[in-house]
């Protein structure tokens, strides 16, 4: 596998990752708290901008600022095979140069597929997750953007097929 060719990055920190699991991407980014505003993507020999990773390229993910007001919102979404995530996220300022943002979610999934000798559900996913943006604008040309995140995910086993071998010879 190695070092993958495209950086990624979020709010301009390259969190490309090495893995055995994964080819390419980052095992960093937990998609499901990243709280996009944009995805840029460039292509072609990036190294110079974003480093050594961004031979073939560039994503990057900007997440949202807080708002000059506060605002609130809160999404739901149910679906079939068990498929359940609730999420939120409220916003605003502290005074005339600090500003927050808190976005949270949590998610259960029994899995799409099926054990064929046991008809169990397998692939599913549980977890919860939260992250908090401070942004600090002291002037019109000047400002500090802080991002934290924590998640725990509990993945069950992925499914899986086994082919027989060709024994054809």
Do not use: C, H
């Not at 976005?103 to 597929?113: K, P, V």
């Not at 069950?156 to 060709?166: D, E, K, R, T, V």
């Amino acid at each position: 596998s190695g070092r993958p060719n495209v950086a990624t990055l979020i709010d301009g920190i390259d969190v490309t990752s090495e893995g055995l699991s994964l080819d390419g991407g980052s095992m960093l980014i937990d998609p499901r708290l990243i709280d996009v505003e944009r995805i840029e993507i460039v292509k072609g020999p990036q190294n110079v901008l974003f480093g050594r990773n961004a031979f073939a390229g560039a994503i990057r993910y900007v997440t949202k600022d807080p708002t000059d007001s506060f605002y609130a919102d809160v999404g739901i979404d149910i679906a079939t095979d068990g498929f359940e995530t609730l999420r939120g996220a409220i916003s605003g300022p502290i005074n005339d140069t600090l500003g927050y943002r808190i976005n949270a979610l949590w998610y259960d999934e029994d899995g799409f597929y099926r054990n064929s000798m046991t008809g169990a559900k397998i692939g599913g996913a549980e977890g919860v997750g939260a992250a908090l943006t401070l942004k600090w604008q002291p002037s019109d040309n000047l400002s500090f953007k802080w991002r934290a995140e924590y998640s725990d995910d509990k993945f069950a086993i992925p499914a899986q097929s086994a082919l027989p071998l060709n024994t054809d010879l």
